[in-house]
């Protein structure tokens, strides 16, 4: 029976305007007083039984007026607040003419007192409407009034009314239509008033989660420092008792608080949280993804401070991601208004917003660390291989001249007619300095221009070639360019030759060591196996002198004489 009476007297749906919720509230209220008067009006007839001194208008209007009345109060709790408005402006037109100028429908007056009801629907119509109804309305009441003036003109017949018989019916009219009127004036004056606080405290409100959510825009802060600076927002600014904030831990299984205000000081401790499953505020703000209150007293308000009068859980949301709840509690007798509510989810989107990007700025910077160390050790393995390259060509390229008992090895070409290449085992000055150096440069010298070109392979210079040409030849930068890829072709042809090199005497060593091997395989006893094998080695290594030493209890005969243990020469 309550909930149907709640039902009746309170606006079912939600107006996003906190001034087409106050409007509908207030023509509930309203449209309920008229449907009661109306229904009043009704029983007092059917209770009276004498309908020959009732007005047959008002018998026909009274009916009208609680079918609109219904009607109203349908559209108004579906939300079509402008047509609900506009039929009840219309039923309190008519109610008021029908009451005041046309209670005689056959000669319609203005000579009574009760015409100061014209100004009611005047008033309900300036404090609902939009200027075009108010001026719609007033045209109507305007246009009734000069009517009930043109009929009244007409009545020409003396009437005697003595002033004191007419208190009775005209003061409880004028002070009916002054409290109503002064009622409908307040509800609305009062609302109003009420809600331009709100409306600036909103904008305030509006404007510091606006610089919040700016200042973490501009610079990369941890999670830690954003959430501290969200609670001193709401504690020091916003005027809140207290605030916390939870988030999910690391398995995404329980909501963990992390910091919360009190005092002004913040608390940066993990102490305890909540289940999804749980029943509270907190897990149906998560659960929900939506903002849940709290009220002292019933059973969600059980988790609340002793303090704290009303609470709100608002999820923290980075788009559809839950990142945690943002619970705010406060000790004012006044909740939480829509106006608040949704003030605090765009400030808990913001430290969603927030959180997301300090955790991406962190994982970014774990990875570019990851990187720049993954480079730097991909750098030093570079740099250890172009040095042990560098060592490798080095080395092999001194101990091939070593084995051909040089230490440089070049070829002077001068132009007379047979062009024949002179070896040259000598490094003059200038091409030392061009080893060293491992770079191209001309100079000129005794009307000679001198080109140094360094013979390069694989970051190791090999050597280096010098051309002479006459000082009055130009040297154009194609052909520097074609000396440069001449010496580099040059390196790759010499390390080929060298490999090619390598691998003959590879394979002769090889053929020379398997001829020795069939040889030795040949042998029928010990004694000529080791003559041979001694004469070999003389042979292939170009000794003077080979000893072989066999252990005694290798052999199954006894040991040999002492000449068998030296190999002839």
């Known amino acids: 029976m309550m909930r149907r009476l709640q039902r009746l007297f309170r606006v079912q749906y939600f107006y996003t305007s906190p001034l087409d919720r106050h409007r509908a509230s207030v023509l509930l209220l309203l449209n309920l007083a008229v449907c009661g008067l109306a229904a009043a009006y009704l029983a007092l007839v059917l209770v009276a039984q004498d309908t020959a001194a009732v007005s047959s208008l008002l018998l026909i209007l009274a009916p009208l007026t609680l079918i609109a009345g219904g009607i109203v109060h349908r559209a108004i709790q579906r ?60 045209v109507l009441m305007v246009a009734a009034a000069l009517l009930g003036g043109y009929g009244q003109s007409q009545q020409v017949t003396p009437e005697r ?101 009190g005092l002004g000081q913040q608390d940066a401790v993990n102490r305890g949280g909540f289940g999804l499953s749980e029943t509270n505020i907190i897990s149906e703000s998560a659960r929900l993804r939506q903002p849940v209150l709290a009220l002292a007293g019933t059973p969600a308000g059980s988790y609340l401070r002793p303090t704290a009068t009303f609470g709100a859980a608002v999820p923290i949301l980075h788009g559809t991601i839950l990142l945690g709840v943002l619970d705010v509690q406060d000790g004012q007798a006044v909740p939480f208004s829509p106006t608040e509510l949704e003030t605090l989810t765009l400030l808990a989107a913001q430290i969603g917003a927030g959180l997301d990007n300090a955790r991406q700025f962190g994982d970014m910077q774990r990875q570019v660390s990851e990187q720049e160390n993954l480079v730097s050790r991909l750098q030093t393995q570079v740099a ?142 010990v004694d000529a196996l080791l003559k041979l094998a001694a004469d070999r080695f003389n042979e292939v290594l170009g000794a003077v002198h080979t000893r072989i030493y066999l252990q005694p209890d290798l052999l199954a005969e006894p040991p040999a004489a002492p000449e068998r243990e030296e190999a002839a020469r």
């Open 79 to 138: 939300g079509y607040l402008l047509h609900a408005t506009r039929l009840f402006v219309a039923s309190l037109v008519v109610n008021s003419l029908a009451l005041t100028i046309f209670a005689d429908v056959n000669q319609p007056t203005i000579s009574q007192l009760r015409v100061i009801g014209l100004m009611l629907p005047v008033v309900v119509a300036s404090l609902l409407l939009k200027r075009g109804g108010v001026t719609l309305v007033l």
């Open 161 to 261: 009314i003595a002033p004191m018989m007419l208190v009775g019916r005209d003061l409880p009219l004028l002070l009916a239509m002054l409290v109503l009127g002064a009622v409908i004036v307040l509800m609305f004056m009062a609302a109003v008033r009420r809600l331009a606080e709100e409306s600036v405290t909103d904008s305030e409100q509006r404007q510091w989660v606006i610089e919040y959510g700016l200042d973490l825009s501009k610079t990369r802060l941890a999670e830690s420092v954003i959430l501290a600076r969200a609670l001193t927002l709401l504690h020091d600014r916003f005027g809140y008792d207290f605030a916390q904030i939870f988030l999910y831990d690391a398995d995404q299984s329980q909501l963990r608080r992390v910091m919360s205000t």
């Open 384 to 525: 250890e291989y172009q040095e042990r390259e560098q060592r490798s060509v080095s080395g092999v390229w001194g101990q091939y001249l070593e084995g051909r008992g040089l230490s440089a090895l070049g070829f002077d070409i001068t132009a007379d007619d047979a062009i024949t290449p002179v070896p040259a085992h000598d490094l003059p000055d200038d091409l030392r300095r061009t080893l060293e150096q491992g770079s191209l440069h001309i100079e000129t010298r005794d009307q000679e221009k001198i080109v140094h070109v360094p013979i390069i392979f694989r970051n190791q210079t090999l050597g280096a070639m010098a051309f002479r040409l006459p000082v009055t030849q130009e040297l154009t930068s194609r052909q520097i360019e074609m000396a440069q890829v001449v010496a580099e072709r040059l390196a790759l042809a010499l390390e080929n030759t060298r490999l090619f090199e390598q691998s003959q005497a590879q394979a002769q060593r090889e053929q020379k060591a398997g001829q020795i091997t069939g040889q030795l395989i040949g042998a029928k006893d």
